[in-house]
């Protein structure tokens, strides 16, 4: 589990690294600059991940999906289905509002729902930011889908991708969001040999994504009876 949710937060933001130039496994070059972002030295190699299609079906969450969680920060939610995922207590990030593990089977296989209210223009813009934080931190990347869709009423942006650090290989698939208050993801993700089998369920999962009202977080405040009046003698 502690590897599990060492990948998990690979999506987040991370400290700064110097500039350098690296090399994919693919063999095609990158520069890395001194504030965190990187490109190809290549322009021809940037074509693959610049391009984002527009996907016109139009995808829902599922039937079983009956549970509704809600963020605690932005209008946003995940319905989900309660018989195949179960809600984990895993403290990996402040801006990680859920983590989810699936209930049935021993495939480890896992969700969860990132929050943060960051001021981001585009999805395209979203899209730069999350590859450039995971390439910062891993061996290999290898970008395998990125497309618009519409969700629940949604406009989503839907990515796919392979990661390996430390001879460890892991596969994410995530739907993302942004509003006025910042931007919301829910994302699937488990080793690179289950994922395939795990990806139907990983899909629900990330399709429960809702615009949904924020939790009502009320302060409890316990009222006792005044006292008696004092009689005067």
Known sequence: MKNIVTFAVLLLPFAL???QKALTE???EVV???NGTWKFVNESDAKVLETIVTNNDVFEKPKTASFLIK???MDVGVYFDPKKWKLATQNISPHVEYFFAERNSNDGYFGFMITEKVQIATLKNLKDLIIENVNRN???FRLK???YRTVNGMKVLYIRYAANTKGMDFEYAGNYSINSDGYAGVVGFASQKVFEQSFGAVQELINGISVTPKEDIKETVEY???PPPMISK
């Open 26 to 28: 693919e063999g095609k």
């Open 32 to 34: 890395l600059f001194d």
């Open 17 to 19: 690294f110097s500039q």
């Open 224 to 226: 006792k009876s005044p």
């Open 145 to 147: 889908e990125s497309e």
């Open 138 to 140: 891993v061996d290999y």
């Open 71 to 73: 963020s605690k920060k």
